[in-house]
Every structure is written in structure tokens, then in C-alpha cells.
């Protein structure tokens, strides 16, 4: 909240770029720090049997926040530009609003969050804290019970591919609405940006995540993972028609959109189910499930940054009809990885 304060604060500036990137920075700093904790969180507070099945609600206000991030907030800085003719003065009062929303949030996460009784700080054999060095040495046993792992190569390549092509996928999806057609886009205005991508392909980007949490808890990981997965990748084959066809209604885009949306919220249940899987350990009885969580979701980000590095320079040697395309192709290595992996036959199904 103090951070985008700060950038409500330094964005009508004159130096407001080198500011804003510094304070961006740290934000993100924070958001993966506090991310950790949340994944915990969320480990600790709920048993096994219910974590897969809650994996969908979860993410869904995720989703709603991104709804609001991405669409709602973008059309009331686009709304706001219009009306006062300065983008720094619309977007000073963007970030002053959620400076606001997230100290109240706060306020009250401080009140209403449960204190589950396992979450205690770690301490020695005699229940005294561990000193610098004992600290150190527990932090390097944990990553090496998470690297001795059996099948270890399995999981990596899965973490890594899984979302090869989406990671590629994603990074292009607003140049592509936003560009003109000339270019090879389709000439969005910003607020249809906000609404095409931002709201609608969030709310069927939620949909997906809400009924992959409940198949997965129906009938187990095991038994729907394929289905999941080709609902994931399947739909890239949207952005290839949109590309060819660059249709002008916001409608038919919007419905593109949701669909491929609703596909990756559907199929990447799968990855977050996994995940759980394999942070828990046999039965869920890994002591060390919270400290492994974030490595997986390390590997994730990992699988989400390199792919997405490249992205850029791919579609400007490809042109967009070209690069969606590859981003099909791209699929096939997750395809690969995920006939590798081993799964319980009955895990993330509610009994």
C-alpha cells in the first residue's frame, strides 16, 4: 500500500520514470516475498483432501483482483485521460485509489485471517530458536531434500515446460489488441483492451480455474489430467484465427478471447494441483511442504520468465499470424513432459 502511494505520488513528476521503475521494483520484491507466505498460508490453513479442491476458489480471487487490475482500473485511467486531457494526472488518481483499497484490506486481513495452530516458528530439538548458522545449514537441507526428490528431472521439466507456449503466448496478447492493423493487430482502443482481455477473459480465465478445481476433486488428478491439458493448449489456436481475420467487433474478439481464457484457467488447475502434490510429499507429510511450495513456484515463474524474454523478438521476426502459430508448436514439449510425470491415482480427489 505505501509503495503505490508513492507511485500515486511520484507518477506526475518530472523524473517520474527512473522513480516509478525504482519503486515498481521493490513492489515486486514484496509481491514474490509475500506470495511465499500466502502459498503457506494457504498449505497450512486448510488439510490436504480440501487444498485441491479450494485450488479454483483461490485462484478466482486472484482473478477478480486482475479483473479489476487490468480491466477495471485501465478503463478508468483511459475514462480519466479523456476527461482531465493528462494520462500522469488519470493515473496518479488510479494508484491514490489503490494505495487506499489495499491499506484497508490490510487492516482488516489483520483482523479476520485465521491463525492455524501448526503455523510456529521453527526451533531446535530443546525448543529454543536456532542460532544464524543453524538457520543456514536448515535452509540448504531443504533445498536438498527437495533436489533428492525421486524423479526430480520429471518434475523440473514439467515445472519448466508445462506453460512454454502460454509463457510466450501471454507477454504478445495486449501489443497484438492494441496494434493497428497495418501492423498486423487489430486496433483496439485501450478501454476495449480492458474489456476484451481485461474483464471478459478474466471472468472465463476464472470460470475454467472454478470447474478445474471441481473435476480435479471429482475424479482425482490422475483420471482427467489429459483432458485438462489439451483444454489448455488447444485454444492458442484462437489468436492464429484472430490474426488471420482481424475482425473489427469487439464482440467476436471478446468471445475469442474468453474462450482461449477459459481454456488456460481450465488446464492450468493441472499445474497448480501438481504443485500441492509434490510440495506435500506421500500422504501430504512433508515438513518441509511450505519451504517446497515456493521452490515449485519458483520453477514456475522460471518457465513463465525465460520463454517470455524472447517473446518479443520472436514475433518481430515472425510478424503475429506466424508467431501464433509457433506458439502451437510450442505446446508439443509440455505434451511431452507431462506423459513423464507420476501422479497418485487418487490424489487432489475429495474422498
Known sequence: GAALACIALTVPGSDFLRV???IFWLMAFASATHDIAADG?????LPQRTQAAFVGVRSTFYRLAMIAGQ?????????????????STAWAVVFGVLAAGFGLLGAWHLWALPRPAVDLPAARGDGTSRSTAQFFADFGAVYAAFFR???????????LLYRLAEAQLLKLVTPFLLDPLDAGGLGLRTQDVGIAYGTVGVLALTCGGLLGGVVIARWGLKRVLWPLVFSMHVPNTV??????AQPQSLVTVSAAVALEQFGYGFGFTVFMVYMLMVAG?????????????????GFMALGMMLPGMVSGWLQDQLGYVNFFIWTCVATLPSFVATAFIRIDPEFGRER
Do not use: E, W
Open 20 to 22: 516509478t521503475l525504482a
Open 41 to 45: 498460508f494457504y498449505m497450512l490453513a
Open 71 to 87: 480491466g477495471g482500473l485501465v478503463v478508468l485511467a483511459g475514462a480519466l485521460t479523456d476527461r482531465t486531457g493528462s494520462v
Open 149 to 159: 526428490q525421486p524423479g526430480i528431472a520429471r518434475i523440473l521439466a514439467f515445472l
Open 239 to 244: 489468436f492464429v484465427l484472430l490474426a488471420l
Open 281 to 297: 510429499g506421500p500422504g501430504g507429510g512433508n515438513p518441509h511442504k511450505t519451504a517446497h511450495y515456493a521452490i515449485c513456484t
